[in-house]
């Protein structure tokens, strides 16, 4: 709370305070004097909004500042995150995302409108959802209007299939759910990107939704990356979520990465894996928690929180009070 109350930018003393008020609600009028003290309306509106939950009494204020707001898109935002509290304003965030000229901003300015649009508004966004010419953004904002109209499914998914470039892959992945029969058709579009970031990026998104037929060939692009983090990122999504039947392949693969640490993200994964264990082979146990000893303070925490059934299994809940004992003196040792 010092160190938040200490931030001189209004801004960022409203977000700091408007975070730690949940759990002291008595700085609330604090952080509402930071708030209101914004000059920037899409900022204030911002700062206001995330207070209204706890402040109701501001929406009118926090409502104003959003109307404000001369920028389309930013308007849409700020309008969309009161509609929980204020429904009303819905048709007015919605008039305003039809403004935006921009293609991409206007589809995902739909698509983030959409799950909060009642019945009588949706004929109006399908028809400017509709009217990009762009089959990406197109397909983007229909597949996020398709949950609530669902007749419109097979036009998300033409949109989608006429995509030419690497976002084939990702439209096609938001279509994955709907339509199981397509995700041949998107990992053949992953394998297809020529660019490790975005093959990359494609295979993470689309590597829960595959089939265990699929993995094997999954599998196969991901080892294919050149790059050493961008292969480690997707094969560290695999491995959370492929069935028992691959993990042994996939471990096998980790294994051969050559750096440590690239090694430890993948590693990572695998002890997401619910079909995973390395309480029956203590010699593994330690070669995965030396691996995982190379990732930075905050994922190796994050590990130990996934390694703590290990842990307990091992050495039973005293081990695990020791090791949260370790890391408190380690933080305060080195802060």
Known sequence: ??????????????????????????????????????????QRAHALSSLAPQLPEILP???????????????????S????????????????????????????????????????LLPEALEAAQAITNNRQRAHALSNLAPQLPEILPEALEAATAITDWSRARALRELAPHFPQ?????????QAITNNRDRAHALRALARHFPENLLPEALEAARAITNNRQ?????????????????SEVLETARAIQSEYHRAITFSGLIENPHFSLQE??????????????RDRQHFLEDLVNLSPTIISLGGKEALAAIV?????VSRWWP
Do not use: M
């Not at 397509?182 to 992953?190: D, G, N, T, V, Y």
């Not at 292969?231 to 993990?247: G, H, K, N, T």
């Not at 082979?281 to 190379?294: N, R, Y």
């Not at 004992?325 to 003196?329: A, H, N, Q, W, Y």
């Open 1 to 42: 709370l010092e160190a938040a109350q200490a931030i001189t930018n209004n801004r960022q003393r409203a977000h700091a305070l408007s975070s730690l008020a949940p759990q002291l609600p008595e700085i609330l009028p604090e952080a509402l004097e930071a708030a209101q003290a914004i000059t920037n309306n899409r």
């Open 61 to 79: 204020e926090a409502l104003e500042a959003a109307q404000a707001i001369t920028n389309n898109r930013d308007r849409v935002y700020a309008l």
């Open 81 to 120: 995150s009161l509609a929980p509290q204020l429904p009303e304003i819905l048709p007015e965030a919605l008039e305003a995302a039809q403004a935006i000229t921009d293609e991409w901003e206007r589809a995902d300015a739909l698509s983030s409108l959409a799950p909060q649009l009642p019945e009588n």
């Open 182 to 190: 397509i995700l041949p058709e998107a990992l053949e579009a992953a």
């Open 231 to 247: 292969r480690a990122d997707s094969l560290r999504q695999l491995a959370a979520d492929c069935p028992e039947s691959l993990l």
């Open 281 to 294: 082979d203590v010699s593994l146990w330690q070669e995965f928690l030396h691996t995982l000893a190379c």
């Open 325 to 329: 004992e370790g890391i408190k003196d």
